[in-house]
């Protein structure tokens, strides 16, 4: 599930065991979920699922949301992946969860030296469902939402609402494990625009609506301790207007000729600070126009363009392999049933179920159904059936082996089955393919000289496949 090095860095850096309740610590390594009362953790195939598809990058200054945020296992792995400059907001209804939660953080925190700057990670109690949207951090938005806990359809437009142009949502609506991304380029009008689509099904408990708890996650106040986790546009402002409040050079104006002077060079550097603790992230963000917009819808359209074309690719690249297993698949079973029809008694009935009960019986003592075999049971009967082509007539079924006609006669009868393949079922000359049969045996028998049908059965006899691409 996993591709992208920095979601796998992500999982080594974490160590589910520190989230995981006492009772299970036996299977907190083990790709299963848990849980134990109000304690729930996803399999990690799941939460490697969900990462992936929120597309995080190290060293990134993103917000994020975890509505339903558990013991905090993924929003921990999730800090790891983008670093010191991301914020994270994590919604959790029961408080017990709270609890475990912030003792497996602390403890994560302590002994994992690499989380140094990871602390911003704010818990609150309260109901994902019910989340204030026109105040704090809400009404802002958020870069990455994951929801850890099934939501019907009708609760998604209340997630999605809180998305930022450009962010990414991921949870599970209903049975489907759901990727929402809201477009980077809107229309100045500010019409929304999202794209969706499923990553698979999956099993998840509800998103608890009781206790009903009216929820507003608090707005981050600036201040030049936590200037670092704020995004570049912000930062870069910020800089300039605190350089130029201890500047003493008038800025020239060009459109009065009146002498002005510039307000930040006078103002003191306390009153700034005090004015940008009013602000939020996005304050500096500058609106996009027209013409930025088009630029923007652009590029999006190329990478959509490419990454169809790629996918395209691996699809063919994929169908072209099916079809030649499918044809080297035809071309044993064909060889398998005019071997397994050379075998039976003269005069008997040939039928599909004749020739199963004659496969089952030679190969498993008809244990098993010759449907069950696979292809390496397959193999391992052509293999025999070749052999029995020089077992002699004796009480004990005795079986013979001649390494020499095996040499002689063999690939002329391979080549001869492969010759009587439909016209539609042929493979290509082109491609050259072979069967040839290999033993392992390092003294071959002979003929005349009978040996138990259990000796040769202990003997390793491999079929090998060769193709000449």
């Known amino acids: 599930m996993i591709s992208s090095m920095e979601v796998e860095a992500g999982f080594r850096s974490v160590d589910r065991r520190l989230f995981v309740p006492k009772r299970c610590q036996d299977i907190a390594h083990k790709?299963?979920?848990?849980?134990?009362?109000?304690?729930?953790?996803?399999?990690?195939?799941?939460?490697?699922?969900?990462?992936?598809?929120?597309?995080?990058?190290?060293?990134?200054?993103?917000?994020?949301?975890?509505?339903?945020?558990?013991?905090?296992?993924l929003t921990c792995i999730a800090a790891s992946?983008?670093?010191?400059?991301?914020?994270?907001?994590?919604?959790?209804?029961?408080?017990?969860?709270?609890?475990?939660?912030?003792?497996?953080?602390?403890?994560?925190?302590?002994?994992?030296?690499?989380t140094q700057g990871t602390s911003n990670i704010d818990i609150i109690h309260g109901n994902a469902l019910e989340l204030n949207t026109n105040k704090g951090?809400?009404?802002?938005?958020?870069?990455?939402?994951?929801?850890?806990?099934a939501i019907h359809k009708f609760n998604l437009y209340m997630f999605k609402k809180m998305l930022k142009p450009g962010g990414v949502l991921?949870?599970?609506?209903?049975?489907?494990?759901?990727?929402?991304?809201?477009?980077?380029?809107?229309?100045?009008?500010?019409?929304?625009?999202?794209?969706?689509?499923?990553?698979s099904g999956v099993r998840f408990a509800p998103l608890l609506a009781d206790p009903s708890i009216q929820t507003v996650i608090p707005a981050r106040i600036w201040d030049p301790s936590n200037h670092t986790i704020y995004p570049?546009?912000?930062r870069g402002a910020c800089n300039e207007l605190l350089l130029c409040s201890n500047a003493t050079r008038n800025q020239p104006v060009k459109i009065c000729p009146r002498n002005k002077v510039n307000a930040a060079s006078i103002l003191p550097r306390a009153l700034w600070v005090e004015i940008l603790s009013f602000t939020h992230r996005n304050w500096f963000d500058v609106?996009?126009?027209?013409?930025?917009?088009l630029r923007t819808r652009l590029a999006e359209e190329l990478t959509n363009?490419?990454?169809?074309?790629?996918?395209?690719?691996?699809?063919?690249?994929?169908?072209?392999?099916?079809?030649?297993?499918?044809?080297?698949?035809?071309?044993?079973?064909r060889t398998l049933r005019s071997r397994l029809n050379s075998s039976l008694p003269e005069g008997s009935n040939n039928s599909d179920e004749n020739i199963e009960e004659t496969a089952a019986e030679m190969i498993i003592g008809g244990r098993e159904s010759f449907s069950n075999f696979g292809l390496g049971r397959m193999l391992r009967l052509l293999a025999r059936e070749i052999n029995d082509e020089e077992m002699e007539e004796d009480g004990d079924r005795d079986f013979e082996f001649s390494e020499e006609e095996n040499d002689d006669n063999g690939d002329d009868d391979m080549s001869e089955e492969m010759d009587d393949v439909d016209g539609?079922?042929?493979?290509?000359?082109?491609?050259?393919?072979?069967?040839?049969?290999?033993?392992?045996?390092?003294n071959p028998i002979v003929a005349g000289n009978s040996t138990r049908s259990s000796d040769i059965n202990s003997q390793s006899r491999t079929v090998s496949i060769s193709e000449e691409l």
């Open 31 to 73: 790709d299963q979920p848990i849980r134990d009362n109000n304690i729930h953790l996803s399999a990690p195939h799941i939460y490697g699922s969900a990462l992936e598809a929120l597309e995080l990058k190290n060293d990134a200054s993103l917000s994020f949301l975890n509505a339903g945020s558990g013991t905090g296992y």
């Open 81 to 114: 992946i983008l670093g010191p400059r991301s914020v994270h907001y994590c919604v959790e209804i029961n408080e017990d969860v709270i609890r475990h939660s912030k003792d497996a953080i602390a403890i994560w925190k302590k002994t994992n030296p690499s």
């Open 137 to 149: 951090e809400c009404a802002l938005g958020f870069d990455r939402i994951y929801i850890g806990a």
């Open 170 to 199: 991921v949870g599970p609506v209903g049975d489907e494990l759901v990727k929402i991304v809201r477009s980077q380029s809107e229309n100045p009008e500010g019409n929304q625009q999202f794209s969706a689509r499923v990553i």
């Open 232 to 234: 570049d546009s912000f």
């Open 287 to 293: 609106p996009m126009n027209e013409v930025d917009f």
């Open 305 to 333: 363009v490419q990454r169809a074309n790629q996918t395209k690719q691996e699809a063919e690249s994929r169908y072209r392999l099916a079809e030649r297993e499918r044809d080297i698949y035809k071309v044993l079973a």
């Open 424 to 442: 539609d079922d042929e493979i290509d000359s082109d491609d050259d393919e072979s069967l040839s049969v290999a033993s392992d045996d390092q």
